[in-house]
């Protein structure tokens, strides 16, 4: 991602950026912090990368999205969801408000694609594969989630 990402890039943890306090406009977390055990360490060190004025931006999904292939996976309790990002965020910043979406955006027209989509889910292939066989396809999954917009004010 890095390699094709637009120069300069830097590789470091979201928790300890190697840049000094306020030195961006603006911050974006888009389906990361979820990976973290301690997401709020990564938000308050948005914060502190902050401008006075500045935007964060995070995205996450929700707890409930995928509701027609749930039944096939679990991937437990997340430390950065929708039900939770507004609030997390919030300690944090001054100004939070949130986007949502909850529809049908994801078309799976085959099972090779709902194989794919569970191993996205981090499902082991070979049990996707298996599990991807007891589904009628095409399918449309509801994709629900949200982005979570916070201002740092002056
Ligand atoms: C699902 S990808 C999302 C990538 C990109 N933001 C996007 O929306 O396409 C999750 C990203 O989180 C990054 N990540 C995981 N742990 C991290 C950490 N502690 N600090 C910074 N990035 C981390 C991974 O390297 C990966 O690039």
Same mark, same amino acid.
């Given at each position: 991602?890095?390699?094709?990402?637009?120069?300069?890039?830097?590789?470091?943890?979201?928790?300890?950026?190697?840049?000094?306090?306020?030195?961006?406009?603006?911050?974006?977390?888009?389906?990361?912090?979820?990976?973290?055990?301690?997401?709020?360490?990564?938000?308050?060190?948005?914060?502190?990368?902050?401008?006075?004025?500045?935007?964060?931006?995070?995205?996450?999904?929700?707890?409930?999205?995928?509701?027609?292939?749930?039944? =096939?996976?679990?991937?437990?309790?997340?430390?950065?969801? $929708? @039900?939770? %990002?507004? &609030?997390? *965020?919030?300690?944090?910043? #001054?100004?939070?408000?949130?986007?949502?979406?909850?529809?049908?955006?994801?078309?799976?027209?085959?099972?090779?694609?709902?194989?794919?989509? =569970?191993?996205?889910?981090?499902?082991?292939?070979?049990? $996707? @594969?298996? %599990?991807? &066989?007891? *589904?009628?396809?095409?399918? #449309?999954?509801?994709?629900?989630?949200?982005?979570?917009?916070?201002?740092?004010?002056?």
């Amino acid at each position: 991602m890095l390699a094709q990402a637009p120069k300069p890039t830097v590789r470091a943890d979201a928790r300890a950026l190697p840049f000094p306090d306020e030195s961006f406009g603006a911050v974006t977390a888009l389906w990361m912090l979820y990976h973290l055990p301690d997401p709020e360490s990564a938000v308050a060190e948005a914060r502190r990368l902050l401008r006075p004025g500045g935007l964060f931006v995070a995205s996450t999904n929700s707890r409930h999205d995928s509701p027609e292939l749930r039944h =096939l996976y679990s991937i437990g309790q997340i430390s950065f969801d $929708a @039900e939770i %990002a507004p &609030e997390m *965020v919030g300690r944090h910043f #001054d100004k939070v408000a949130v986007h949502s979406w909850d529809a049908p955006l994801v078309h799976l027209p085959d099972r090779n694609a709902v194989r794919d989509y =569970l191993v996205g889910r981090f499902m082991p292939r070979d049990k $996707a @594969e298996s %599990a991807a &066989e007891t *589904v009628e396809t095409p399918l #449309d999954v509801t994709k629900r989630g949200v982005l979570v917009f916070a201002r740092r004010l002056p």
